[in-house]
C-alpha cells in the first residue's frame, strides 16, 4: 500500500489567499484526521471524519477552516483566508479496527504551510 | 479526563547505551497504548502498541514498551541506543469504548550522541 498521500508536500502563500490541502486515506480505513503541528502548540486534532461524516471539529480553530469528505478516498483541508499564524505542518491520518479493533493511526508526511 | 503525560522535553543518551522515555496516563478502563516515532521532516510513524496481555510488547527498529497497570505508565525502551534513533517520540491512549480519536502526549525528543 502507498500510505497515507498528500499533496502539496510545501505551499507558501500570501495572506488572505485561499488554501487547500489534499489528503488520500489507505484504501479501507473508515477514519481520517487532521492534525496541525507547530513548535509552540504541539500536535493538534482538528477534525475527524467516519465513513466520510464528519465526526467532531470541535479542534478547528475558526470559522476561516473548513474540511470536507467527498468519498473514502479523498479529503480537503480549506483554509480561507490564510493568515500567517496558519503556518504549520498539516498532517493527515486515516485508521481502521486492525489487529485488536486499536485504530491505530497511520500518518502522511504532512505538508508545510507558510502564509506570508 | 484522559490525559498522556511525557515528563521529559528531551533525553540525552549515549549510542550503545539503553535508553527509556516516559510516558504516563490517565484514563478509565483498560486503554489501548501507543508509540510513534517523527524524524526531522517527516510524518509520525507507528511503532509498537498495548492491547492487552504481556506487559512487555516489541515494536519495529528494536524498540519495546513496557506497561504497568498499577503505575499507569508504559515506558518505551531499547537495549542499545543507535544515532539513528534521534528522533521525537510520542505516546498515545485510547479508551475502547471511547470515540475512536487518540490523546497525544507532548513528545518527547530524543538525541543519541555517538
Known amino acids: 500500500d502507498a500510505g497515507v498521500i498528500q499533496s502539496p508536500r510545501h505551499e507558501v502563500t500570501e495572506m488572505g489567499q485561499e488554501v487547500t490541502l489534499r489528503c488520500k486515506p489507505i484504501s479501507g480505513h473508515d477514519y481520517l484526521f487532521w492534525y496541525r503541528q507547530t513548535m509552540m502548540r504541539g500536535l493538534e486534532l482538528l477534525i475527524y471524519f467516519n465513513n466520510n461524516v464528519p465526526i467532531d471539529d470541535s479542534g478547528m480553530p475558526e470559522d476561516r477552516f473548513s474540511a470536507k469528505m467527498p468519498n473514502a478516498s479523498f479529503s480537503t483541508l480549506k483554509i480561507q483566508p490564510s493568515e500567517p499564524r496558519d503556518s504549520a505542518v498539516y498532517f493527515c491520518?486515516?485508521?481502521?479496527?486492525?489487529?485488536?479493533?486499536?485504530?491505530?493511526?497511520?500518518f502522511g508526511p504532512g505538508t508545510r504551510l507558510t502564509v506570508t | 479526563a484522559q490525559s498522556v503525560a511525557q515528563p521529559e522535553d528531551q533525553v540525552n543518551v549515549a549510542e550503545g547505551n539503553p535508553l527509556t522515555v516516559k510516558c504516563t496516563y490517565s484514563?478509565?478502563?483498560?486503554?489501548?497504548l501507543f508509540w510513534y516515532v517523527q524524524y526531522p521532516n517527516r510524518g509520525l510513524q507507528f511503532l509498537l502498541k498495548y492491547i492487552t496481555g504481556d506487559n512487555l510488547v516489541k515494536g519495529s527498529y528494536g524498540f519495546e514498551a513496557e506497561f504497568n497497570k498499577s503505575q499507569t505508565s508504559f515506558h518505551l525502551k531499547k537495549p542499545s541506543a543507535l544515532v539513528s534513533d534521534s528522533a521525537l517520540y510520542f505516546c498515545a491512549v485510547r479508551e475502547p469504548d471511547s470515540n475512536y480519536q487518540l490523546i497525544w502526549g507532548a513528545g518527547t525528543k530524543l538525541i543519541i550522541k555517538p
Open positions: 491520518a486515516s485508521s481502521s479496527a486492525g489487529t485488536g479493533g486499536t485504530y491505530e493511526q497511520y
Open positions: 484514563v478509565s478502563g483498560n486503554p489501548y
